[in-house]
């Protein structure tokens, strides 16, 4: 006898009992699941590769902090403002005692790059900006822009510029800004500029002029086992390399 075609409904019902599996089931995921700053994603990409099995998802560290607060399946959160770090605290989404610095960094004015050096008061930032704007995080909420403001107060210069910066969502936008010419002049990190042929540091804030930029790491209350290992390697020497190799400064409470 020759062989029968299939059966059309019988093939209807297990091409969405498969769906349904899959929907349940969901995709696969990966071990390590890292929300972090933007302003770490050259020496957060090597480690995860070098690690194996990790993701990471990047933007401003208010955004990271929130949707992890909301539920978001991270395993492991790397924050660039230790603020944002307490409020996860104190919402009981991360483990207290897993908390720990992992670098630190510097803050500093970026201009196109054949800008010279830009002095650090009205007059030299108004020279350079002409009728342009600053470029930076925004000031209530990304690391980069609430160092920045604390820097231009502390100067002395946040009332005759404050109406003329350009606020943006993380820290590699405002990096984004000044390399495209659509802003002269950016508040940035000094890792940041390194990745950019197109900007050059034009001046460097004192760092008595705002909090120290810290950058903190915590596993969260739900982290798979992996993610504590994960961590360890971010502290250990591998870390250390790869974060002092993209321009990173140590950790705040390693420095004597």
Request: net charge negative.
């Amino acid at each position: 006898m020759a062989p029968q075609p299939p059966d059309s409904r019988a093939m209807l019902i297990r091409a969405f009992s498969l769906a349904v599996c899959c929907l349940v089931s969901g995709p696969a995921r990966a071990e390590v699941v890292v929300f972090a700053a933007a302003s770490l994603k050259e020496p957060l990409d090597a480690l995860a590769v070098e690690f194996g099995d990790v993701v990471v998802s990047y933007g401003g560290s208010g955004t990271m902090a929130r949707q992890v607060a909301l539920g978001a399946p991270a395993d492991l959160v790397v924050l660039a403002n230790v603020d944002w770090m307490n409020v996860l605290v104190d919402g009981g989404h991360v483990r207290p005692d897993s908390i720990g610095d992992v670098a630190s960094n510097d803050l500093v004015m970026i201009g196109a790059a054949n800008m010279a050096d830009v002095v650090l008061d009205i007059a030299g930032i108004g020279a350079a900006l002409g009728d342009g704007r600053i470029a930076a995080g925004l000031t209530e909420a990304v690391p980069a822009g609430i160092y920045a403001k604390q820097a231009l107060i502390s100067l002395g210069l946040w009332e005759d510029m404050a109406d003329r910066l350009a606020e943006v969502d993380n820290v590699r936008a405002a990096l984004a800004l000044v390399a495209r010419g659509q802003a002269p002049l950016g508040i940035v990190y000094a890792t940041d500029a390194r990745v950019s042929d197109g900007v050059r540091v034009v001046a460097t804030f004192p760092g008595g002029s705002h909090q120290p930029i810290r950058y903190v790491a915590a596993l969260t209350r739900g982290a798979v086992p992996e993610a504590a290992a994960f961590l360890a390697f971010l502290h250990g020497p591998a870390g250390r390399a790869a974060f002092a190799g993209a321009g990173f400064l140590p950790p705040v409470d390693s420095v004597e």
